[in-house]
C-alpha cells in the first residue's frame, strides 16, 4: 500500500508550514527529497501528532483516511491559532523599516492600538499605530466569526523593548515589542580602525596559583598580559557555559548543561572575600588542597577536570555556610532578585542531582537539605559573576578596548538543565547536526535537542533574550558559534540516523534582530561563526546587520589560490587557524592527519590527505612569501612551491609570516591564537571523536618542546614577542 499523491502534498505542505524543508541540495548536488517517515518524526518532535508512527509512515501502512483527516485538522489548528490571538506574542520590527501587526477581533468591532514605550527619555510615552489597507477575509475560529485588520509599527521609535496595547471593546491584549537596529553600530570603529587580539582556550591557561586548570583570576591575568605585550584589543576565550554541578563532567565547553549560567569550575577560590572567615583547620586544609594542584600547574599531563572540581566543590560548600556580612548579603539578594524564576529553575534542578547522587531524596532533612543546596546553587553563580566583571574590568583597564569575549555554544546537552527548565522551547525528540558530505558520509548528530521554532515564537523569545543578556553582562562581545543554525538547522529524529534528517526553517529577522538589539544596547560586538554549507544570500544579510563574520586563513580561497589579504571580508573576525584546527606548528607538521589516521576516521589514505593538505599549504607559503612576509628570516627566499612537508622546520619563522598575512588583511579584527604565540603542537579538540578516542579539551598551554607555560611566563617568550610583533596592526 502506498499513500496518494494528494495526502503526501499535504503533508509536505503541513511540515513547510512549520519550517520544515521537504528537500534539499546534498553536498554532491544532488536535489534529495525529504522521507515521509522523517517529516512525521520532526512534526511530531515539534508537537504536532498525526496519529501514526514514523515507521507506519514508512511502510505507509497506518490509515490513510485517518492520516489525511489529522493532517487537515493539524493544518487548520495552525491557523486558526492565528486568528484566535488578538496579537501575536511578540512583534520584532527593525528600526527604520516598515512593520505591519495583525490583529484579531470579532468581525466589524473597533479597534484602538498604541506602542508604550519603556525606558530613557521616552519611558511612558505612548505612540498611537495608524491602520493600513489589509484586505483579507473573515475567519470563522471557534464558532466566532473574526476579522483582521492591519497596522503599521512607527518607524522611528527608539531602540530597545517596549510594548504593544490593543482594545477592542472590553476586549484587551498586549504584547512585547522589541525594536532592533537596522545595523549594529558596535564594530563601526573597528571597520575604520582595525584592531587585533588573542583567542585562549581558558581551562588550558594556568598561573603558580591555578587548581590544575584556568580560572576567572587567570582570565583577568591573561587579558592584561595581551594588552600590555601583545597590543591586543580582545581576548576570545572558549564557552564558559555550566557542565553538570558535581563530578563527572563534561569536557567539552561546547556540550553544557546550560548556555544561560556559568562553569563554577572556574572559580578562584582565593578571590572570594569570606575565604579568611574559614575556621583555622579548614584554612589547613585548603592550603593542602591547593598545593597539590598547584604542583600539576607544571606538567603537560591533561587536565582532569573531576578531582579538581570535587575539591573546589567541598571549599565552596564551607564558604557558602560562612555568615555574610550585611554588604555581602545585600550583593547576593539583588543578584537573585535580578536572576529571577531562571536562577532558582537552574539552582533548582542542580540541587535536585545533588540530592540524587547523595542518595538524600525521601531524607528526614530533604527539605531543608534542597533548600539549602539551592541557595548554594545560586550563590555559586553570583560569585561566577562577581568575577567575571573582575576579568572584564581587568582587561578594561589594562587597555583592551573590548576586552573578553564570550563564546555561545550551538545548544545544550539532552540531559541538562536547560533541556528541563527550558523543554517547551526545546524539540526534545529531535538532534541536531549535519547533513552527509565529503568529510563524513554518515552525516554527523552533534546530540543537542534544537529550539523548537513554533514555541519559541509563542515564548516571544524569552529563552534567547535571557541567555544573551547573562552571557552578554561581563563581556564586550560575543562569537555565536554556528550562526548559521539561526537561519536553518539540519534535524533528525532523536536516535536515529543523520541520514534521516531534514532543514528546520527559523525566523532570523527574529533570532538576529533580538541579538543585534542585545548587543547593541549593552555596546558588544557581535561574530556570527558563518563557516560551513550556507546560501549565499545569509552572509550578506548579516553583514547588513553588522554582524561580523569569521575567515580563517586555510580555508579562503579565490579558486584555486589563497584569497590575498586585500580580498579578505572587513566586517570578519579573520585568523590563521582555529580551535578545530591544531595550533600552526602542529598543522604545519601534519599532526591533524596523523592523528586521524591513527583513530581510523579518515576518508581516504594518509597518503592521499597528506598530499592533498600539503598541496595547498605549499600553496598558502607561496603566497606569503610573494607578498615578503617571511622578509628578514632565513625563510625569504625559499621556493615553497615545492616544499616537502619535512622541509618545514622554522616553525617559528612560518608562524610569523603567516601571521603577517592575516595582520595585513583589511578584517576589522583579527586574532592569533594564544597556542601559536608558544609554539605549542597539541591538537586541542578532534572533530568527529570522543574522549574514549581523544582527550578533547584537556590539553594544557605548552611550548615547543612539551613544557607547562604559565599565564606570568608569555611575555619572556621569544615566540611570544615574534608572534605578538607580526599580528599587530
Not at 491584549?173 to 558596535?186: D, F, K
Request: proline content about 5%; hydrophobic content about 40%; overall charge negative.
Amino acid at each position: 500500500m502506498s499513500y496518494s499523491t494528494q495526502l503526501i502534498a499535504d503533508l509536505k505542505a503541513l511540515a513547510e508550514e512549520c519550517g520544515i524543508s521537504t528537500s534539499y541540495t546534498a553536498a554532491d548536488g544532488q536535489h534529495t527529497e525529504v522521507s515521509i517517515r522523517t517529516l512525521i518524526a520532526l512534526l511530531a518532535a515539534m508537537g504536532i501528532h498525526l496519529g501514526v508512527t514514523p515507521d507506519e509512515a514508512e511502510e505507509a501502512t497506518g490509515d490513510p483516511e485517518g492520516l489525511a483527516a489529522e493532517i487537515a485538522a493539524a493544518r487548520e489548528n495552525l491557523k486558526n491559532e492565528h486568528w484566535r490571538a488578538m496579537l501575536p506574542p511578540i512583534v520584532v520590527s527593525t528600526q527604520g523599516r516598515y512593520r505591519e501587526v495583525l490583529v484579531h477581533v470579532p468581525d466589524g468591532s473597533e479597534i484602538s492600538i498604541h506602542v508604550e514605550l519603556i525606558g530613557g527619555d521616552c519611558d511612558g510615552d505612548m505612540r498611537p499605530l495608524a491602520q493600513v489597507e489589509h484586505n483579507v477575509g473573515t475567519r470563522t475560529v471557534d464558532g466566532v466569526v473574526m476579522g483582521e485588520a492591519a497596522f503599521a509599527v512607527p518607524e522611528d521609535l527608539p531602540l530597545g523593548w517596549h510594548r504593544i496595547v490593543a482594545r477592542s471593546g472590553e476586549l484587551r491584549a498586549e504584547c512585547e515589542l522589541a525594536v532592533t537596529p537596522r545595523r549594529l553600530s558596535t564594530a563601526d570603529r573597528f571597520v575604520q580602525n582595525p584592531v587585533s587580539g588573542v583567542m585562549a582556550q581558558l581551562y588550558s591557561v594556568r598561573s603558580h596559583r591555578s587548581w590544575g586548570m584556568g580560572d576567572f583570576t587567570t582570565l583577568g591575568d591573561l587579558a592584561a598580559v595581551c594588552a600590555r605585550d601583545a597590543d591586543a584589543d580582545f581576548l576570545l576565550i572558549n564557552p564558559l557555559h555550566a557542565a553538570e554541578p558535581l563530578p563527572p563532567v563534561e569536557d567539552s565547553p561546547y556540550l553544557p548543561t546550560t548556555r544561560r549560567y556559568t562553569n563554577p569550575i572556574y572559580i578562584r577560590i582565593e578571590s572570594i572575600p569570606e575565604l579568611p572567615y574559614l575556621d583555622a583547620d579548614e584554612l589547613i586544609e585548603l592550603q593542602k588542597i591547593a598545593d597539590e594542584f598547584r604542583a600539576t600547574n607544571l606538567t603537560a599531563d591533561e587536565i582532569d577536570r573531576n578531582p579538581i572540581y570535587a575539591a573546589k566543590l567541598a571549599v565552596l560548600h564551607a564558604l557558602h555556610r560562612v555568615e555574610k556580612s550585611p554588604m555581602r548579603q545585600d550583593a547576593f539578594d539583588r543578584f537573585k532578585e535580578e536572576e529571577g524564576q531562571g536562577l532558582i529553575d537552574y539552582a533548582t534542578w542542580c540541587a535536585e542531582r545533588e540530592l540524587l547522587a547523595e542518595g538524600l531524596n525521601h531524607h528526614a532533612n530533604e527539605a531543608d537539605e534542597r533548600a539549602e543546596l539551592i541557595d548554594f546553587h545560586c550563590w555559586l553563580q553570583f560569585i561566577c559573576d562577581e568575577q567575571l566583571e573582575a576579568a572584564q574590568r581587568a582587561a578594561k583597564e589594562a587597555g583592551m578596548s573590548i576586552g573578553i569575549m564570550a563564546d555561545l555554544a550551538v545548544g545544550v546537552h539532552p540531559g541538562g538543565a536547560d533541556a528541563h527548565n527550558l523543554r517547551d522551547a526545546l524539540a526534545m525528540d529531535a538532534s541536531v547536526g549535519a547533513p552527509p558530505d565529503g568529510y563524513n558520509q554518515n552525516g554527523q548528530d552533534w546530540s543537542q535537542p534544537p529550539w523548537n521554532p513554533v514555541e519559541m515564537a509563542k515564548l516571544a523569545y524569552r529563552p534567547w533574550r535571557d541567555m544573551l543578556r547573562t552571557v552578554l553582562r561581563h563581556s564586550g562581545g560575543i562569537r555565536v558559534d554556528h550562526i548559521l543554525g539561526m537561519f536553518r538547522l539540519w534535524w533528525m529524529p532523536r536516535m536515529e540516523s543523520p541520514l534521516n534528517g531534514a532543514y528546520v526553517r527559523y525566523d532570523h529577522e527574529a533570532f538576529i534582530g533580538i541579538l543585534a538589539l542585545e548587543a547593541e544596547l549593552v555596546g558588544a560586538v557581535v561574530i556570527g561563526e558563518d563557516l560551513g554549507t550556507f546560501e549565499p544570500w545569509v552572509q550578506q544579510y548579516l553583514e547588513e546587520r553588522g554582524i561580523m563574520g569569521v575567515s580563517i586563513l586555510w580555508f579562503e580561497s579565490q579558486g584555486d589560490y589563497p584569497k590575498p589579504p586585500e580580498a579578505y571580508r572587513r566586517l570578519c573576525l579573520s585568523s590563521v587557524t582555529t580551535h578545530d584546527l591544531p595550533p600552526t606548528a602542529g598543522y604545519l607538521a601534519g599532526e591533524h592527519i596523523r592523528l586521524r589516521d591513527a583513530l581510523g576516521v579518515l576518508v581516504n589514505s594518509a597518503a592521499e590527505e597528506d598530499e592533498k593538505d600539503m598541496e595547498w599549504i605549499r600553496k598558502v607559503l607561496a603566497a606569503a612569501a610573494e607578498r615578503g612576509y617571511f622578509a628578514g628570516t632565513e625563510l625569504e627566499f625559499t621556493d615553497f612551491t615545492t616544499v616537502k612537508r619535512e622541509e618545514l622546520t622554522d616553525v617559528a619563522a612560518l608562524t610569523e609570516g603567516l601571521h603577517r598575512y592575516v595582520s595585513a588583511t583589511p578584517s576589522a579584527l583579527t586574532c592569533t591564537s594564544l597556542v601559536d604565540m608558544v609554539g605549542d603542537r597539541r591538537i586541542q579538540n578532534q572533530p568527529g571523536t570522543n574522549k574514549s578516542m581523544y582527550p578533547n579539551w584537556c590539553i594544557p598551554l605548552t611550548d615547543a618542546d612539551g613544557k607547562s607555560v604559565l599565564v606570568n611566563e608569555l611575555a619572556e617568550l621569544e615566540t611570544f614577542q615574534k608572534v605578538a610583533g607580526a599580528s599587530r596592526r
